[in-house]
């Protein structure tokens, strides 16, 4: 089997859907991740970048959220 | 009447503030949890037989302790122990919502699911089974919408009806599976507590590490921290769990058991209104335009049309001073009572700020509005990028627009507009460099100013001095974020982009007359207890017995002529007293100031008719008409009241010269010599500290020429001062670094919670402003600009420095760990 690189949030497309392989934090980010809904499993949908490009807009549990992509990195994901 | 004490939790977004003012009306009470600027909001009202207390908790989206609001929520929790808690849950997006009501279901109190914006969930084609959900929670659940006013009774009858059923009430508990040994062992150690609060919730709060409790639990058990530090390790080391996302991933299936068993969502992957709004208005390209237009809206309707506005308040402002001025005790001749001078002194410090009020009223409803309908947190979304640079946040964008950052606003609802910033540091940086922005009193300055050394270059001028507040407002923040606040606290940018809504009338309504009364109420009483003290530091300790005297046979001197010319009047008689004399100059004065504050003729006419009513006699002095013997009089007491408001000045200048403040604006006369600063200068800044619009007054009194009557205060100081405009230009930088008001410095008080952030406050931007324009004014001289030259420069500077640092990579440690003393 061929060894995949590992995938960030950070990087994914606008209108692409992916779903949350773990989350690479610690402390007050990591709660505040998880009491937005960024457990492992749930599908994250890419909507936009802002128009200066970064933080970026993310559908989550049928809402919307908006992410730096400093933060977005630390987020692993995976294709659906 | 049986007592019940409710408690209002929901998280962001929710509508828990329509639901609020849907129950409570607008009896509501307005304070801070005590030692931090979170709003306290309670509502007391009595709904069949019940006295119901409610308090609305800060908007969480959980119930851990990782924000201000969370503890502050919980603290309120613990602390008073509701008999309910109401959680309001936005029925358009429940899911999310749930994970706080099973948090709060947890606690092990009452709880009554308000399912808010069920008219938004049924058009988004959301079908919800509220009677499933009750059945499945063990708890009442009401359908109601705050937009629209329904469901008040239902939420009245499920509180009472709740709180009398605690004998039916049997504690909620989610069954963490593989945790539960670990929960037990917990809750075992703590049995023994005294606290009232359910011990199950605790031990759980305890393992997800929620410090608040633990810090709770500390005072009876030293060694519970390590207790719940070894069990959580323990359940790593067996299933290779974090324990707090654990617990968020339980919750958040839990969360969606009910969404799957109760709701049905007939449109799920469709657009919704929102969805195809957000395409333009987060559009690429049209974002920033869109963003600007809003911004200039804002700026026209509440600085542009509030300005218009206060024609007409103004009057009434007026006449409240005229009134003041009226019952006051009299001067004689020279002598004004000092009472007198106080009253005026203080009703114009107040009238300066009141005068605001419509304009804080209308640019507080349009905030209001946009709070309620969503665009703050896109404003946020689409500016964020450029304020991280400068170690600001998103979300400093209203609190620096409201400051003033296009062209003009008021540094008091900016500071208080930096309440929402989740990131302290961004937060601490936001209040500190909205002083920074385009005060609006201090535009009268600039055109007096202006209009007295710069008349052909006004405009580019003033260009120069308002957008340059938003360049130097970046470089502070730039500054102070990476050095005096490198330490604080920031927060992640999580930021939730919630669905428009339209707005209610009433929300809107309330929401700025309670900021205008915050305002009125907070600072204007400050501002008064300031203006008192700057009224004593100008008065004493007066003028010497000397002046005084010569003052006195001037006086005597212009009364001998008065009276030698007024003889040969047959209506002699009538002023051949001193004291005649002194009433007839105070009817003129008072005629005088009364008639330049009309423009209408019929206004005229009346105040005529006023005159003539209250004293005949006098009057045919004031308006001889053909009557010629009346008409020598007339000419001469003009001159002789010419005569009195000179030495009135003079007087006046003199006292202030000698006064306290006076000699410390002489006593900073060596350091402010490099910017150009005399003590007049010195004076009039901190004279104006109070309210800036002062400092016009100052000046003028100052440098207004005693022979011409009609010249206007800016062509006084450009003929009297002996300034050149590199002076002007040193003056108006300086005035542009130096903060507002005094009321400003009480918010950021407010705000920082320190007495020692705001005492940094007021001394380094005037440490700042000192530099600066001491730097330009010696360059100026020594390179001789012209006064243009010099603005020019400074402005480029500035300009350059805010984006070399944009633009420059900022690289900053992020790691951390390694061998201790390498």
């Known amino acids: 089997m061929i060894k995949r690189e590992k995938k960030y949030l950070d990087i994914i497309k606008s209108g692409k859907k992916v779903k949350i392989a773990g989350v690479n934090s610690g402390g007050k980010l990591m709660h505040k991740l998880l009491d937005m809904g960024f457990i492992i499993g749930a599908t994250i949908e890419v909507i936009r970048e802002a128009p200066l490009f970064d933080p970026m807009e993310l559908r989550i549990h049928n809402y919307n959220i908006s992410l730096r992509k400093s933060e977005a990195r630390l987020i692993e994901v995976s294709d659906i | 009447m049986k007592n019940i004490k409710v408690a209002l939790a929901g998280q962001p977004n929710c509508g828990k503030s329509t639901i609020f ?153 989610i069954n963490y599976e593989e945790l539960e040994p670990h929960i037990k062992e917990v809750q075992d150690s703590i049995e023994t507590t005294k606290l009232t609060l359910n011990k199950r919730w605790m031990a759980i709060k305890v393992l997800e590490g929620d410090t608040t409790i633990i810090e709770y639990l500390k005072k009876e058990f030293s060694l519970i921290e390590e207790l719940a530090k070894t069990q959580v390790d323990k359940f790593h080391s067996i299933h290779d769990k974090d324990t707090a996302s654990f617990l968020a991933t339980f919750r958040y299936d839990s969360a969606d058991i009910i969404y799957h068993k109760a709701v049905k969502d007939t449109n799920i992957g469709k657009e919704t209104l929102t969805d195809k709004a957000d395409k333009i208005i987060l559009h690429r390209w049209l974002a920033l335009p869109i963003l600007f237009g809003i911004m200039f809206l804002i700026y026209e309707l509440s600085i542009v049309g509030g300005y218009k506005l206060t024609d007409y308040t ?97 540094a008091v609802p900016g500071v208080m507009a930096t309440k929402g910033i989740a990131d302290d540091r961004a937060r601490m940086a936001t ?29 580019i001028m003033m260009f120069f001095i308002s957008t340059a507040t938003i360049f130097t407002a970046l470089i502070v923040a730039k500054i102070i974020t990476s050095t005096f606040l490198k330490t604080r606290e920031t927060a992640p940018f999580v930021m939730e982009l919630p669905p428009y809504h339209l707005p209610t009338f009433k929300g809107v309504i309330l929401s700025a007359a309670q900021r205008v009364w915050i305002y009125i109420y907070k600072v204007l009483t400050i501002v008064l207890a300031v203006a008192v003290v700057l009224f004593a530091l100008l008065q004493f300790p007066g003028i010497s017995s000397e002046s005084q005297a010569a003052y006195d046979a001037e006086l005597s001197k212009s009364l001998v002529a008065f009276d030698k010319r007024v ?199 005037i440490t700042l402003g000192i530099l600066a324009s001491s730097a330009v004014f010696m360059l100026g001289t020594f390179y001789a ?12 500077s500035i300009v350059v420095t805010a984006l070399t640092i944009g633009l420059f990579p900022s690289k900053s440690i992020n790691w951390r760990g390694g061998l201790r003393d390498v």
């Open chain 2, 314 to 410: 103004w009057p009434i402002l007026a006449a409240v001073k005229n009134f003041v001025i009226d019952i006051s005790p009299q001067a004689y001749l020279t002598d004004i009572p000092m009472m007198s001078d106080f009253a005026v002194w203080m009703i114009n410090s107040a009238n300066a700020l009141i005068n605001y009020v419509p304009i804080f009223f209308i640019l507080f409803m349009l905030i209001a509005i946009m709070e309620d309908v969503g665009y703050m947190p896109r404003m946020a979304f689409i500016l964020d990028r450029i304020f991280k640079k400068f170690g600001l946040h998103g979300q400093s964008t209203l609190p620096l627009v409201l400051g003033g950052a296009m062209v003009g606003g008021c």
């Open chain 2, 567 to 765: 003889k040969k009047s047959k209506y002699y008689e009538e002023v051949d007293e001193k004291d005649e004399i002194a009433s007839l100059l105070n009817y003129y004065d008072s005629y005088r100031n009364k008639r330049m504050a009309t423009t209408s003729k019929k206004g005229a006419l009346a105040i005529d008719e006023d005159f003539k009513v209250s004293n005949e006699s006098f009057f045919k002095f004031i308006k001889p008409s053909r009557d010629n013997e009346a008409r020598i009089i007339n000419k001469e007491i003009r001159k002789l009241a010419k005569v009195r408001n000179k030495i009135l000045r003079n007087i006046k200048n003199e006292k202030v010269e000698n006064s306290l403040l006076g000699l410390a604006g002489k006593a900073f006369e060596p350091v402010t010599k490099y910017a150009g600063f005399d003590w007049k200068i010195n004076v009039a800044f901190l004279s104006s500290f109070a309210a800036r619009e002062s400092a016009v007054a100052t000046l003028g009194s100052i440098y207004e020429d005693n022979k011409v009557e009609s010249q206007r205060a800016e062509e006084a100081m450009a003929a009297n001062s002996g300034y050149t405009p590199l002076h002007a230009v040193a003056i108006i930088i300086f005035m542009l670094l130096t903060p507002p008001c005094i009321a400003t410095m009480i918010v950021v008080k407010m705000q920082t919670n320190s007495y020692k952030w705001m005492l940094f406050a007021i001394f380094f931007p």
């Open chain 2, 21 to 173: 003012n849907m129950l409570s009306g607008i009896d509501q009470h307005i304070a801070n949890y005590p030692g931090v600027t979170v709003d306290k909001k309670t509502g007391r009202f009595k709904y069949d037989n019940h006295k119901i207390e409610m308090v609305d908790l800060p908007g969480t989206y959980s119930f851990s302790s990782y924000s201000l609001e969370e503890r502050v929520a919980k603290g309120f929790i613990i602390d008073e122990n509701p008999d309910v808690i109401v959680n309001v849950v936005d029925a358009s997006n429940i899911k999310r919502h749930l994970y706080l009501t099973f948090q709060l279901l947890e606690i092990g109190m009452p709880v009554v699911i308000v399912l808010n914006m069920m008219d938004v969930a049924q058009r988004r084609g959301i079908i919800i089974d509220s009677q499933r959900i009750s059945q499945l929670l063990g708890c009442k659940v009401i359908e109601a919408s705050g937009a629209k006013g329904l469901g008040s009774k239902e939420i009245m009858e499920a509180i009472i009806s709740t709180s009398q059923s605690t004998d039916k009430y049997e504690d909620f508990s």
């Open chain 2, 431 to 459: 209040i500190l460099t909205v002083p920074y922005m385009n005060c609006l009193a201090k535009v009268p300055f600039y055109t007096l100013l202006l209009g007295a050394f710069f008349k052909p270059d006004m405009a």
């Open chain 2, 785 to 796: 600009w012209s006064g243009v030259e010099a603005m020019t420069y400074f402005y480029a």
